[in-house]
């Protein structure tokens, strides 16, 4: 069955101003378009992201929609929605969302979900995050429209667990034109690691230290056969005090001035190629 997204309000009886809920309703279509274009570009897929409408309810507003039938893949759009509900689960207990270091946050979580919904994507998700911060702004306006006792539900498919009740009172303080303008240096290098937090299952985030520059930082292995080799217990895990000599992609990004330090964004580990345990012995080596 092919992925439906559902986003339905809830509204007040005999609610002053009813023109504001439809536009509400349009104002969280156009934002979730525009987040899907964003997810879609994220991943490499160059065409355009928008829905059809594929019925409407009354008593409360229920929009039900899909993707464009031969513009997105079925599993992408899914992988998007689900990547969605995260995001909106993620600001549940946020009152406001301002700064760069948040929407970087969002973003990095983001990527994870993809990865996750995507185990065999042909390019790691990279959310950018200026764009992120305009999807953001605009989920914020529709917010505004919202009055208290009433509610946004966003729903994928027909399961429960993929239902998402909104945060309302969210706002994003923002101004996207004005966020993400320092400089950029992606970098490749070869590295000596320690792993603080390894993780078990799936492509979530690792917690690295780099010996070289002292500098803690999270990053997915994307080198797949090794990881598939250590969450299935074929590598021995991790310890703190064990090395990994690894190639490692990242980006250094330099903030206006003024306006805060050097960040370590979008890292991961391409591949890995020996790991030497605390007891000093080479573990194993990849070619």
């Keep these: 069955m092919k992925p439906e997204l559902s986003i339905k309000l809830d509204y007040l009886e005999k609610r002053q101003n009813p023109?504001?809920?439809?536009?509400?309703?349009?104002?969280?279509?156009?934002?979730?378009?525009?987040?899907?274009?964003?997810?879609?570009?994220?991943?490499?897929?160059?065409?355009?992201?928008?829905?059809?409408?594929?019925?409407?309810?009354?008593?409360?507003i229920l929009s039900k929609l899909t993707a464009i039938p031969g513009k997105i893949d079925q599993i992408f759009e899914a992988a998007f929605y689900n990547s969605g509900n995260e995001l909106?689960?993620?600001?549940?207990?946020?009152?406001?969302?301002?700064?760069?270091?948040?929407?970087?946050?969002?973003?990095?979580?983001i990527e994870t979900s993809l990865a996750e919904n995507l185990p065999n994507q042909i390019a790691d998700p990279h959310i950018d995050r200026q764009g992120l911060a305009s999807v953001l702004q605009k989920f914020s306006v529709a917010n505004q429209k919202i009055k208290d006792g009433e509610s946004?539900?966003?729903?994928?498919?027909?399961?429960?667990?993929?239902?998402?009740?909104?945060?309302?009172?969210?706002?994003?303080?923002?101004?996207?034109?004005?966020?993400?303008?320092?400089?950029?240096?992606?970098?490749e290098f070869d590295d000596r690691l320690y792993v603080k937090v390894s993780v078990n299952e799936g492509n979530s985030v690792w917690s690295f230290r780099s010996l070289s520059s002292n500098k803690g930082f999270s990053a997915r292995i994307t080198h797949k056969d090794w990881l598939e080799r250590y969450q299935d217990g074929l590598v021995p895990p991790i310890g703190p005090k064990d090395i990994i000599e690894a190639?490692?992609?990242?980006?250094?990004?330099?903030?206006?001035?003024?306006?805060?330090?050097?960040?370590i964004r979008n890292a991961k580990i391409i591949s890995i190629t020996n790991i030497t345990r605390f007891n000093g012995h080479q573990y194993e080596l990849y070619s």
């Design 247 to 263: 190639k490692v992609a990242l980006d250094i990004y330099t903030p206006p001035k003024g306006k805060g330090q050097q960040q």
């Design 19 to 60: 023109a504001e809920v439809f536009e509400a309703m349009a104002l969280y279509i156009n934002a979730y378009r525009d987040f899907g274009q964003l997810l879609s570009c994220s991943v490499g897929i160059t065409t355009d992201f928008d829905f059809e409408l594929n019925g409407i309810e009354k008593g409360s």
């Design 152 to 187: 946004v539900i966003i729903k994928n498919g027909d399961k429960e667990e993929h239902e998402c009740k909104l945060n309302t009172s969210w706002r994003f303080n923002g101004n996207p034109k004005e966020m993400f303008l320092g400089e950029t240096n992606s970098q």
């Design 88 to 109: 909106f689960k993620e600001l549940t207990d946020v009152d406001v969302t301002e700064s760069e270091e948040q929407v970087e946050g969002l973003a990095a979580d």
